[in-house]
Structures are given as C-alpha cells and as structure tokens.
C-alpha cells in the first residue's frame, strides 16, 4: 500500500513520495506508481531446474483518495482521473522469466498487462500492454 493524497485539492500536499523513481513492487513497465495506491497481487514463483525461474502474478489495484488521481511511476498522474469516481484503478497482470546458462549470463523476460477498471475507463485511458527482454554479461 502507499498511500498520499492532496496533489488536486487546496492545502498540504501528502503524497507519497519514493525516493527512486523505479519499482519493481508494481512493475518494470512503470504503469502503476507508489502513490495513492493499494495493490493486492498474489503470485506464484517456480523453479523447474537450477537456471531457470517463472513466475506469474495477478494484481488488483484500487486508489486510496477518490479525490486524487490514480499514477504511473515517478509520480506521474494518470491524466483526467483526479476527476472522475471509483477506486478501481485496474488489474496488473505480470508474467516474469530468468534463465541463467552460465555464470556470466542472464537472460530475463517480463510480459506485463494493465486491464484498465473503472477509474482509467472512465477517465478514457485504454490498456497497455508492456514487454521486455534483456541479456547482461557479467565479465
């Protein structure tokens, strides 16, 4: 949970603030922000031989503060839903690989989808889909 609230209403401004604008907590795609935001995401993690890992999570997001936007990451609002009703944010859906064949080599996937609920609908904001694929040689 992190909560906040404030950035479009008179007087203080109670944000949540992350010192790093990156968090793994809600994904590399960025598309959720830790501020005015409750996640609930149970995940499962599998690890079929010594060089691979899979795991897959299932996130269902709700904004704390009506009266605030739903963010992306770096404290980014979503634009146009400071305006409208719901908590319903959406529901994350993370699909994650790690294969290591050697010492020096990592190979990682992340497949990540955002079903937008009520409050990005409303606000007119369609799904996103993000995908990732990275190597890192370690030497």
Excluded: K
């Excluded at 809600?26 to 501020?35: A, M, N, P, R, Y």
């Excluded at 995401?41 to 904004?63: D, K, N, V």
């Amino acid at each position: 949970m992190a909560t906040g609230g404030g950035a479009y209403a008179t007087g203080d401004i109670r944000n949540f603030n992350p010192l790093y604008a990156s968090s793994n907590y809600v994904g590399e795609s960025q598309l959720l922000g830790l501020t005015n935001l409750l996640l609930f995401a149970p995940g499962i993690s599998i690890t079929p031989c010594a060089a691979t890992t899979l795991s897959i999570e299932y996130g269902y997001a709700r904004r704390i503060d009506t009266a605030d936007a739903a963010y992306a990451a770096g404290m980014r609002p979503h634009a146009g839903t400071e305006h409208v009703a719901g908590r319903h944010i959406g529901n994350l859906a993370r699909l994650n690989g790690e294969w290591v064949p050697t010492p020096s080599v990592t190979v990682n996937f992340n497949l990540e989808y955002l079903d937008p609920g009520r409050v990005l609908r409303t606000a007119n904001l369609p799904s996103a889909t993000h995908l990732y694929l990275g190597i890192t040689y370690r030497y």
